[in-house]
């Protein structure tokens, strides 16, 4: 009854044949926590994880997974710690270390995934391709791009998940001309690409300045029934913006179909630097400082096209607004701070 529920989207149906249940196992109660997983209700699965007094293998594989899939990273590797502890007296599995590999992405907390991959030899566990894409993602995004592409080449079969994490950490690490031979690879496999996916891809072509064969793949997303992110727009914004195609970069915000984010509008604004274009430059400002009011980023990068153009009064009056005002720079708030820091 309770997985029937759960597969109907009725969580609180569910959780009220639970709390009628006179018996409970872990079985019962690792379905509730995997469930509430889903629907991301993480306090409601922590509730039943901290009622159960013996705690086995599979009730600490749903809380750590819970956790991690849920984006709380820092908890989920407390969790694994806590397991590792002697008095658990349990002994992590292969589903355990993926999740907490992931965990370890996150965060970016290379070193920790590092020390999982001894620890797990030391167990006598072998890197199957579960647990190789997910250090391939680890490494990806930690810059350590070799090692991922090393434990790319050992699969035994490449999935989806396997190639967009490659894709993903190749374009993020600047290797463009990698990702889209991967990409070009991946879809000669028939394997459709997702949104994480196309992160990758676009970023790829954004970073070796491809602006046809960019957008082009941008707009092949809703043939495989994908809706864009904002992210992907702010991305071709960026990519379009670069190359000095401020305008079409302006046009397709305004096609957005949702309120575009500040990364959207922080793109155009770079590229507006980068090509000293004031007047689409007092556009994108105003709407960067609208959704984000409290970052002095938008006003310095702004002040700096009036230097540019010669406007200094104009230049002097952003730069005390910011001293007046106390703006901070908020760190990685923004799309704007991502592509300065590749200038």
Known sequence: MITGYIECGKIELARSFFDAMPDRNNVSYITMISAYSKYGSVESAKELYDQMAEKDLLLYNAMIACFAQNNRAKEALQLFDEMLNPNANVQPDKMTLASAISACSQLGDSKYGTWIETYMRELGIGMDDHLATSFIDLYAKCGNIDKAHELFNSLQKR???????????????????????????????????????????????????LVKEGYRCFMSMQRHGLLPSQDHYAIVVDLLGRAGRLEEAHELIKKIPMQPHAGVWG??????????????????????CELEPDSSGYHSLLANIYASAGRWDDAKRLRRAVEEKGLVKIPGSSWTECFESQQ
Not at 180 to 186: A, G
Not at 273 to 285: F, G, I, K, P, Y
């Open 267 to 288: 793109a155009l604004l770079l590229a507006c630097s980068l090509h000293n274009n004031v007047e689409l430059a007092e556009v994108a400002w105003k709407n960067c």
């Open 159 to 209: 999935d989806l998940v396997a190639y967009t994490a490659m894709i993903l950490g190749y374009g993020i690490n600047g290797r463009g001309k990698e990702a889209i031979e991967l990409f070009e690879e991946m879809m000669d496999a028939d394997i459709i690409p997702n949104l994480v996916t196309f992160t990758g891809i676009l970023t790829a072509y954004n970073h070796v300045g």
